[in-house]
């Protein structure tokens, strides 16, 4: 975030136990806006963990909603959260990287109740703690974003796209401005990785041409072995991509190598 002139008080929700993939309040059913802030809620923070020993080889991936019926503009605002990685054992220390503070900006109102929501994209056997922290601006800040992710889905295990994964946009937006990725293995059966690309294609887009951002891959680990399969949310925080009308768009995941058992991957775009 830039360098700031005025008050941004965080405040942490959690952490709280995922249960699967049904939506869950983290750090209660809610937070209400506190006085004096008549502002806006400049952005969130998503961490996330294992909360014990993996027992299967498995990545915890999870979406966080922020939702409000007070906020007419905060359509749920969804977030992939930095995925928990594999490993068998009690030996084995989680992989984690630095979570981003992801820009909000919407409007909001001493009392406004903020809804946060976690849920697992694929059930796992170890559940993640979620921790959210929201960052309380004084002064009103723009531009608002506007955030959706897709649905998770299988990739190949042929070198190959996967099927597509679709994001709609509803009509009064200009400009994708981030894009979020991740890739994680769902089994460890031979020591292959997952390496690939994100493609997106839309009629929308106003200059036309596909996007292709590189993803953060996975390191294969055979199943058992003394050691984890790491993945990372790949971040392309600085896009500018023209959109026109009500916007469809349609990613692929394009996987390298070949592999054994396929992966999972899903995408976040944030617009104004």
């Known amino acids: 975030m830039p360098a700031l002139e005025f008050e941004l008080h965080p405040k942490v929700l959690g952490p709280t136990i995922t249960t699967g993939t049904s939506e869950i309040d983290v750090g209660g059913t809610g937070v209400t806006l506190p006085a004096p802030f008549d502002g806006c809620i400049a952005g969130v923070k998503v961490q996330a963990q294992r909360c014990g020993v993996a027992t299967a080889a498995e990545s915890d991936t999870a979406v966080i909603r922020l939702k409000s019926s007070m906020m007419s503009q905060l359509a ?38 903020l809804q946060i929501t976690a849920a697992e994209l694929t059930a796992c056997t170890v559940h993640l703690y979620v921790t959210v922290t929201v960052y309380y601006a004084e002064v009103a800040l723009a531009p608002q974003y506007h955030s959706q992710i897709g649905t998770q889905t299988a990739t190949t ?5 996967s099927a597509a994964n679709s994001i709609i946009i509803g009509a009064g937006h200009s400009w994708i401005k981030r894009i979020y990725a991740l890739v994680v293995d769902t089994t460890q059966a031979t020591g292959k990785g997952i390496a690939g690309k994100l493609r997106i294609q839309s009629s929308q887009f106003v200059k036309g041409g596909d996007v292709e951002i590189a993803m953060e891959g996975v390191l294969g680990i055979l199943a058992g072995a003394a050691g984890q399969g790491c993945t990372r949310l790949t971040e392309e925080p600085e896009v500018n991509i023209g959109i026109s009308g009500q916007t469809y768009l349609y990613g692929y995941f394009n996987l390298a190598l070949a592999i054994t058992t396929a992966g999972k991957w899903n995408y976040q775009v944030m617009y104004v």
């Open 76 to 113: 749920p605002f969804e977030i992939l959260a930095q995925p928990a990685n594999s490993g068998i054992g009690a030996d084995i220390a989680p992989y984690k990287e630095k979570a981003p503070i992801i820009p909000v900006n919407c409007p909001c109102q001493k009392g406004d109740l």
């Open 157 to 161: 295990t042929a070198a190959g796209e």
